[in-house]
């Protein structure tokens, strides 16, 4: 599986790596170990690594860095360690989501 995803700056992914650790460390569970905080943008069972990786650096290339982003809800999946973040739909969030379905 691949999955496409918008990353956070430094701070705000170590603010929730840092309570995703505090999470599994009460658990006894890793299991995410390593996956960076992010917004999901869309996830395929198969790719063309070689031909997607040339259009996807044309396509990041072209976007800008956003705004803030609000979340005002947090979940917590104990079994798994993961911590999701519901953010807030903004009109720029959903421009980066149909920009980045309509290019590909």
């Known amino acids: ?9 430094r ?3 170590n603010k929730i790596t840092e309570l995703q650790n505090e999470l599994t460390n009460m ?16 996830d ?4 063309d ?3 997607y990786t040339e259009k996807l650096g ?3 290339a072209i976007q800008e860095n956003m705004d803030a982003v609000t979340f005002p809800s947090v979940g917590i999946f104990p ?3 993961t911590v999701f973040l519901a ?10 989501h149909h920009s980045y379905h309509d290019y590909f």
């Not at 599986?1 to 700056?9: R, S």
């Not at 658990?27 to 869309?42: K, S």
């Not at 953010?87 to 980066?96: H, M, N, Q, R």
């Open 44 to 47: 395929y069972n198969e790719l």
């Open 79 to 81: 079994t798994n360690g």
């Open 11 to 13: 701070v705000f992914t």
């Open 49 to 51: 690594v070689h031909l």
């Open 1 to 9: 599986m691949y999955a496409i995803i918008a990353t956070f700056d």
């Open 27 to 42: 658990m006894g569970t890793n299991q995410l170990a390593g996956v960076e905080p992010h917004i999901t943008i869309a």
């Open 58 to 60: 044309e396509f990041v």
């Open 87 to 96: 953010p807030i739909v903004t009109d720029e969030l959903l421009k980066l």
